[in-house]
């Protein structure tokens, strides 16, 4: 914690969560230029790693942050900032950064996406989302990137105000919903009812969604850490499967609850993957047990429903698939070696989302994110697609995509697709656009790295074909052609940083200007990841009627209706602006950041 808060301000200690109120000095809004400053005073001292046992606040320490008086600035069409006066030592090299005695610019605000509100005078503004500058970087010994997503920041004062919020910007939606699984524990995914949200959280259950995300049910079951699961339109119909179970389940969905689970097909191995293909009504699912090094692979089979029938069928073996493609691959004719990993499964992501991706012409392609050795004990092929057609009769149910194959050793984790081209990326900044046909894949962009954007998270399509993924680092929005990467447009996303720790299957993008995706929340003081899920909208939004949340039926567990947001926002470790209300206003800023 701090070493010293003074000058006026004052620390919360209600939560485990440090943050600080910061008396208003002065607040100025220039109604001609639509610009606030809001001046607010006091002090907070971090110091950490000392010599000696003496007390902190005289002794030398590897880090020593003062940060004093911050400032907040909002323009409709300049800059928007918090600014302060700083003192940091720079960790290790010993040398003092204090921005040469004047006030720097510590984050960048986007007041744009933020929430505005005017109640009896007292004005009060919320969830600005931010980024770190260059100077506060520098104010946390470069710890951290320059344009990397913070806190949202929120503040209130008695005075004049306006609300110069953007008609045309994302902003997101006061309600949120926590799913009950933290953001790195296991995958929480979410998928479009059309009306609803259904949202299945690792080894908890499933839980039904307003589009405001006031939930409506809840489903108690062992839900696949994976994410294991698809939505089928046609039959208002959820398949899933349990964690490392072989039965292939469906679970009825109405606007306000659900019906029986029931199993519709057991598998000889653990169901790996679920997919639904909106143009054909069919569900198909792949299974297989795991497979041990230098022994026989297990059955892999392929479950497809219709009509409410289910009925399965034998895959042919990782060999049969890859031995055509061999030479197209390594130059020579050869089958996989005795310690490769099965084409449908692999052996070491537990997490990872498996994907059965519904394509235009009918078919499946498959993500399984296996690492495929040919028997010369080679390098191993990462990234590799297979498709999957369950019209086709035998061998040609599926089929091995040599034209996914690209010369990387990163494994790229993110996978969506609008049934044409195909976007994947990894944590690590890495990204790439596929072209499909004809069952594989025609045309590929080298694998890129976009600067200032590491960390992709999840992805979607808008109508026109253009990809949109939330960006880790950035913790925005990021709409760009998929040919050139070059960026087109942005949107800050409150608490979107951070998304890239675990992929959580596509964000749902509605033709009506709804987005929605999963945040990473940890301001809540109990150095937890809470997964966040939320709505973003543009202008003004009025939830389409509402639908009533019904009495749980049996096995279904009852939950509190929609999840809010605890007041305030500071995050645990890299705080850089979140605003304690009150009559005068108050700054919280920099709490538990070391």
Known sequence: GPVLVGDGATEDKSTGAQRFSFPLENANYDRDEVRLEAQFKGTVKYKQYCDGNEDKLNARCDLDLTFSNPKVVLDDDKDSYIEATVNSRQYLSGTYYDGDGQPVRVVNLYPQSGTFRNVDGTINWSEIPATLTEQGNMMMSEF???????????????????????????????????????????????????????????????????????????????????????????????????????????????????????????????????????????????????????????????????????????????????????????????????????????SFDPNNIRELMPMDDGTFVYASRAEITFADGGSSYKNMLISIDPAAEGAEVAKAMPGSYTLTNKQLDAVTTNGSRIIRANTFGDIQ????????????????????????????????????????????????????????????????????????????????????????????????????????????????????????????????????????STLPGKTIGAIIGGLVGGLAVLGALF
């Open 433 to 568: 656009s596929l072209v499909y046909a004809e069952r594989d894949i025609k045309e590929q962009t080298p694998v890129s790295f976009m600067e200032g954007y590491k960390g992709w998270g999840l992805g979607g399509f808008e109508a026109d074909g253009t990809p949109v993924v939330i960006n880790g680092q950035t913790g925005k929005l990021v709409w760009f052609d998929p040919e050139t990467f070059t960026v087109k447009r942005e949107a800050a996303v409150p608490n979107g940083r951070e998304v890239s720790n675990l992929s959580h299957g596509d964000l749902i993008i509605r033709a009506n200007g709804l987005y929605y995706t999963p945040t990473v929340d940890e301001s809540r003081g109990d150095y937890i990841e809470h997964y966040s899920l939320r709505m973003l909208h543009k202008g003004d939004y009025t939830p389409s009627t509402p639908s009533r949340p019904r009495p749980p039926k049996p096995g279904e567990t009852e939950q509190p209706e929609g999840p809010k947001k605890p007041e305030g």
């Open 144 to 346: 951290y990137d320059v344009g990397e997503g913070m806190d949202p920041v929120d503040f209130s004062y008695q005075g004049d105000g306006a609300d110069i919020t953007d008609p045309n910007a994302l902003r997101a939606y006061p309600m949120s919903w926590d799913s009950p699984v933290p953001y790195d524990s296991a995958v929480t995914r979410i998928f479009d009812l059309g009306k609803n949200v259904l949202a299945s959280a690792g080894g908890r259950g499933i839980y039904l969604l307003s589009e405001d995300l006031r939930q409506l049910a809840a489903f108690e079951t062992n839900a696949s850490k994976r994410g294991t699961g698809a939505y089928d339109a046609k039959t208002s119909t959820f398949y899933y499967a349990e964690e490392g179970s072989k039965e292939l389940k469906a679970l009825p969905v109405t606007d306000d609850g659900f019906g029986e689970a029931r199993t519709v097909y057991e598998a000889n191995g653990e169901i790996l993957a679920v997919g639904a293909h909106p143009k054909t009504g069919k569900v198909v699912a792949i299974a297989q047990g795991a497979k041990v090094g230098g022994q026989a692979e297990p059955l892999a089979q392929l479950i497809t429903v219709s009509g409410g029938q289910a009925q399965g069928q034998e895959l042919p073996t990782s060999e049969r698939l890859y031995k055509p493609v061999s030479k197209q691959l390594t130059a020579v004719e050869q089958g996989l070696h005795a310690y490769s990993e099965s084409a449908y499964r692999s």
